[in-house]
């Protein structure tokens, strides 16, 4: 289907992302072990964080953090507000932290100095889609599933005005219907 009629475009198959679930949470599992607790940030990593789990062939337990970041016309401001915190107790855990997307870094990088400071005993980051390009922070993501430079992504987590989340794909939005 072309663009003019369908605003979007495959980036990513779900057949695409399954195998690479899959060897993520293999990998994962090796490196990490058992008493790993699955940190999500909500809302975006929760598919993502559901079959990370269940590729994973050690035990874990599993907790969602919620975090903001306001400002004007979608652009972050910088601040970042946990409106949901985790439950589990992290004082002494493993804990892998489980994004949907990483570019600034900027979030990610606060949740990191939060849980240091909640006493984890060591975390590191599983991002789905990483774009390093747009980095603004010295931020290394631990298991990456995907980098994908291109454009504005929905799909499997990701959202466009809390739309498209469902999809078992990843799509770039065209939204001015043009390749660019």
């Not at 979608?74 to 855990?93: A, F, R, Y």
């Not at 060591?122 to 994908?148: A, M, N, Q, T």
Request: aromatic content about 8%.
């Amino acid at each position: 289907m072309s663009s003019e009629r369908n605003p979007l475009e495959v980036v990513l198959t779900p057949e695409q992302i399954q195998a690479r679930v899959r060897e993520l949470g293999q990998q994962i599992s090796r490196e990490m072990g058992k008493d790993t607790i699955l940190l999500g940030i909500l809302k975006g990593a929760f598919i993502f964080m559901g079959d990370l789990a269940r590729a994973m062939t050690v035990p874990v337990r599993m907790d969602f953090v919620r975090l903001a970041s306001y400002g004007a016309d979608s652009v972050s401001c910088g601040t970042i507000t946990m409106s949901k915190g985790p439950e589990l107790d992290l004082k002494g855990q493993r804990v892998l932290v489980v994004e949907d997307i990483v570019d600034t870094g900027r979030t990610v990088r606060w949740l990191l100095d939060c849980l240091n400071g909640m006493g984890a005993a060591e975390v590191k980051v599983c991002s789905f889609i990483d774009k390093p390009e747009r980095r603004e922070l010295d931020l290394d993501i631990d298991y990456v599933g995907f980098r994908v430079p291109q454009g504005f992504l929905v799909g499997y987590g990701l959202d466009y005005n809390e739309c498209y989340r469902h999809l078992p794909g990843v799509y770039e939005v065209k939204l001015n219907h043009q390749r660019g």
